[in-house]
């Protein structure tokens, strides 16, 4: 009897080239899909895993979430036992749960929110250099602060996607934007929206900096929307600071996080 | 003019095979005598970098501290720029200080501060892989607490030193020797005290935990240093938990730290 699984992931990125297969590459969705057929013993129809998105080269996870098909039942405690059992130590399965054999981990999400740790030093940290984005120049999160609300709401975000997104539409709902400073100068941010572009929170907190450290106006934000022209955007934040934190198939869990945060 | 420069490194030892200059290895001790010589433009004589203590592959560092001569005055400032600047990013220098031609690392030490982390879970967490040693068994932290003062003291550890050791004199006394637990599991452990042997600081913490596991008693302590006997401790708590926090040059900074810590 089919069994479809949904299971939680974390990941650090560092050692990985992002999250899709890719041939020669070791990828998060390569060694998962491995370890889940070496743990179904190898069907002769090979199990395929499919991710909620995507996640770049140095790009880390505590919930991203992908889903497949057993042929036969395997109790979810077994699956996360077994998995992790086989799995690369950069790769754990936090949580598996069974769900209906019409759940999607990719169509049918409501909501996703990322992290992004922004170092400020001259010079890298050595614990944060696969951590953290590393920023040499310093940005004040008051002037930070004051422009991220700009970015909530319904948006044509085509000034903040990378050129080589395959979507034709531009428009996504954020939810909630937040930034605050950690005592050691390191700037956290915290996106949740419908869905994101293709670098677009790495794109976001690029400009967020360049506010921050002066370099634009704190009221950039509206034009640059308005313009929507990804020349007017330019920087990628490094892909070393950013975390997919959880995806959403639920609205009311979805309302709940926004409502607690 | 020669001038001695006295210069306090952190660095990430997950991709170094330990501080020691060894041949066709990544050492700390390599990195850093190729930076500083290609500072001071690879002179005919090439300069030698001197460490207060090795440390393992894959065992960190906040405090290792480290003396050489240049054969040129260079400001302390310009000295930790130029080598920040040719060095890998997992090796950082945090300070640089001129001290007297009659200062040496390894020789005027007055006492070291190490730092372990311990995670304890099933499986390996990707963010903590490298930076906790991991145990598969809970370990009571009570237990660990009741057990840790039996270390403090001047004693003979010849119990809780490793084979390799060129040590005669396993004499040594620990000023200070404290656990806790964080609210995930993670127990840590922080010792103070005149000098460590060989892999000291590791089996001290590998026996805690297996009095915490319930493994050996809570009192086995006094009977373990009596008996004189690597046998009797065997275990060596995983490198990648371990931190060489600080060394310290003066007796007023080590009893100020003793009493605030």
Not at 132 to 139: E, I, N, P, Y
Request: aromatic content about 12%; glycine content about 8%; proline content about 5%.
């Amino acid at each position: 009897m089919v069994t479809r699984y949904k299971i939680t992931l974390a990941y650090d990125g560092t050692n990985f080239a992002g999250f899709q297969r890719q041939p020669h590459q070791r990828t998060v969705e390569q060694a998962l899909t491995k370890a889940v057929n070496k743990m179904a013993k190898d069907p002769a129809e090979p199990i395929v895993v499919y991710g909620a998105g995507r996640t770049d080269a140095g790009v880390h996870a505590f919930g991203q979430v992908v889903h497949f098909d057993l042929p036969t039942e395997i109790k979810p405690e077994g699956v996360r036992r077994g998995l992790n059992s086989l799995l690369p130590t950069d790769l754990l399965v936090k949580k598996v749960e069974r769900v209906p054999l019409d759940f999607h981990a990719r169509y049918d999400t409501v909501g996703k929110r990322y992290w992004y740790r922004a170092y400020q030093n001259e010079f890298v940290d050595p614990f944060k250099r696969h951590y953290t984005g590393h920023f040499k120049f310093t940005a004040d999160i008051k002037r930070i602060q004051q422009a991220i609300p700009d970015l909530i709401g319904k948006h044509d975000f085509t000034t903040f996607v990378a050129s080589g997104s395959q979507a034709h539409d531009h428009v996504r709902e954020i939810y909630s934007a937040k930034a605050w400073a950690l005592p050691d100068g390191e700037i956290q941010f915290e996106f949740c929206g419908s869905g994101f572009l293709y670098n677009q929170v790495r794109i976001m907190v690029a400009v967020l900096m360049e506010i921050g450290q002066g370099r634009r106006e704190v009221d950039c934000i509206p034009g640059l929307l308005a313009a929507k022209n990804r020349e007017q955007a330019r920087g990628t934040a490094p892909a070393s600071g950013l975390y997919m934190k959880k995806v959403y198939y639920d609205q009311a869990e979805l309302q709940s996080d926004l409502n607690t945060y």
